[in-house]
């Protein structure tokens, strides 16, 4: 199986702090692949570097054969990595569909002349982008709630439109940021299903930044455990579960000669 996301020697300094130092992976196409840790621990500052907006002091990140670090956001879109956002970032104020169609703009070809002219490809493209749009609101299990403004959508709808944005620049890769983050238990499980339907309908790689480590460890192929920015695991669910290190870093130092793999995963 061939690698599509490759993190050589990734180093990403803020001043004296070290958010990242020294991290590599390596993210094979189809997987779905966790990054976990404590808060702090580097998992959000490394998918900016992977999406640009940080550029790496050191080290090198490869998409699909090529060196992606340092390129400007716009321009990784445009090669097939797109994510979420801990924090939910939907335009409130547009609606279901309006934010979706934004999520289109890597891929348009006509230009703003077109458009205030309203010529007849500005207008082909836009009924085709509206009809895209209104494809992955239906396949994210959003249909009929076109018309809603994004804030009126109840939290779990906006997390799948925010989805569902991402998915309109047709990534390869898509990066989610704590996807299950306030949900209650049915919301979480629907998420998890909803994750897996993306991979194996879509055909999408997906990394993942996950603190419910019922969620991780029941859906990722790979995981990589951060720490104060450095890697101190690497590998399936069944082998972190019983890794000390890993207790060590969530729960303290002592826990992991007192925690038995089964509790270590649901804490």
């Not at 907006?53 to 990784?76: A, C, M, W």
Request: proline share 4%; glycine share 8%; charged share 20%.
């Amino acid at each position: 199986m061939a690698a599509i996301l490759t993190a050589e020697t990734v180093t990403k300094r803020f001043g004296g702090l070290v958010a990242v130092n020294n991290l590599s992976l390596e993210i094979q196409h189809g997987q779905i692949y966790s990054v976990i840790g404590p808060n702090g621990a580097g998992k959000t500052t490394f998918f900016n570097c992977v999406t640009g907006f940080y550029t790496p002091e050191e080290g090198k990140i490869i998409f699909n054969g090529h060196e992606i670090q340092g390129l400007s956001t716009d321009r990784v879109t445009r090669m097939g990595i797109s994510r979420t956002y801990q924090n939910i970032r939907l335009f409130s104020n547009m609606t279901a569909l309006e934010n979706i169609m934004v999520g289109e703009h890597p891929h348009l070809k006509t230009f703003w002349a077109d458009a205030v002219f309203d010529t007849p490809r500005f207008r082909k493209e836009e009924q085709q982008a509206l009809a895209e749009a209104q494809r992955l609101l239906d396949f994210v299990g959003l249909k009929g709630l076109g018309d809603h403004l994004a804030r009126n959508l109840p939290y779990g709808a906006q997390r799948r439109l925010e989805v569902a944005r991402a998915l309109a620049s047709q990534p390869k890769l898509l990066l989610l940021d704590e996807p299950t983050a306030g949900m209650n238990p049915h919301e979480t499980g629907e998420m998890i299903a909803f994750i897996q339907m993306l991979r194996d309908k879509l055909g999408i790689t997906i990394l993942l930044i996950e603190h419910d480590m019922k969620v991780v460890m029941s859906i990722s192929d790979q995981i990589t455990v951060l720490d104060f920015g450095t890697k101190i695991a690497e590998g399936k669910p069944i082998d972190i579960q019983k890794n000390p290190r890993v207790i060590e870093a969530y729960l303290g130092r002592g826990a992991a000669s007192g925690l038995t793999p089964a509790n270590a995963a649901a804490n």
